[in-house]
T-cell receptor, first 110, second 113 residues
Framework: SQQGEEDPQALSIQEGENATMNCSYK?????LQWYRQNSGRGLVHLIL?????REKHSGRLRVTLDTSKKSSSLLITASRAADTASYFC??????????FGKGTMLLVSP | NAGVMQNPRHLVRRRGQEARLRCSPM?????VYWYRQLPEEGLKFMVY????????ESGMPKERFSAEFPKEGPSILRIQQVVRGDSAAYFC???????????FGQGTRLTVV
């Protein structure tokens, strides 16, 4: 299986609820990044967390990184319908070339 | 500062034709990356270029695919003699330095008929 596997594959929640997505990877990394992709569109960079960091916040987003378990999580608090998208984690192998997982499809219902 | 610009947004080619995909990185970015996304899949790295040089092409198919990033002008991903399996979304990303976030374009959706 590829580096950067997201879990769950799909997540359906109501507006106002929190959404948590997890990512596991296999090899050592320089950094791990989370991206959002709306249907049929390009990727939007959400957050980058380096291998020596454990937690990072950006607005309603909170990312954690556990290098001992080779895992990361993305938490979106107080979700909105506009958060509906696919979310990908990507690990940096070096030179900023990224290895993506298959993504988590998040559906936020009004 | 315009974002990463890719064109065309949609490209239809018949089997056996050539496809040329263009990517203009963000101003000041000298690192360009190409990724391919098959339906219902994540993005797969293809090639990493820095002005006039191919740094890493480990994700490029050995035949029919080539990429360049000339001193002047956009980066080009070229697919010769396209087959149906080449149908995918091709994304370009750029960054100002290594080990920083990459900014993605809107992609080119290639359909081979």
């Amino acid at each position: 299986s590829q580096q950067g596997e997201e879990d769950p594959q799909a997540l359906s929640i109501q507006e106002g609820e929190n959404a948590t997505m997890n990512c596991s990877y296999k090899t050592s990394i320089n950094n791990l990044q989370w991206y959002r992709q709306n249907s049929g569109r390009g990727l939007v960079h959400l957050i980058l967390i380096r291998s020596n960091e454990r937690e990072k916040h950006s607005g309603r987003l909170r990312v954690t990184l556990d290098t001992s378990k080779k895992s990361s999580s993305l938490l979106i608090t107080a979700s909105r319908a506009a958060d509906t998208a696919s979310y990908f984690c990507a690990t940096d192998r070096g030179y900023s070339t990224l290895t993506f997982g298959k993504g988590t499809m998040l559906l936020v219902s009004p | 500062n315009a974002g990463v610009m890719q064109n065309p947004r949609h490209l239809v080619r018949r089997r056996g034709q050539e496809a040329r995909l263009r990517c203009s990185p963000m101003k000041g970015h000298s690192h360009v990356y190409w990724y391919r996304q098959l339906p219902e899949e994540g993005l797969k790295f293809m090639v990493y270029l820095q002005k006039e040089n191919i740094i890493d092409e480990s994700g490029m198919p050995k035949e029919r695919f080539s990429a360049e990033f000339p001193k002047e002008g956009p980066s080009i991903l070229r697919i010769q003699q396209v087959v149906r399996g080449d149908s995918a979304a091709y994304f370009c990303a750029s960054s100002p330095y290594r080990d920083t976030e990459a900014f993605f374009g809107q992609g080119t959706r290639l359909t081979v008929v």
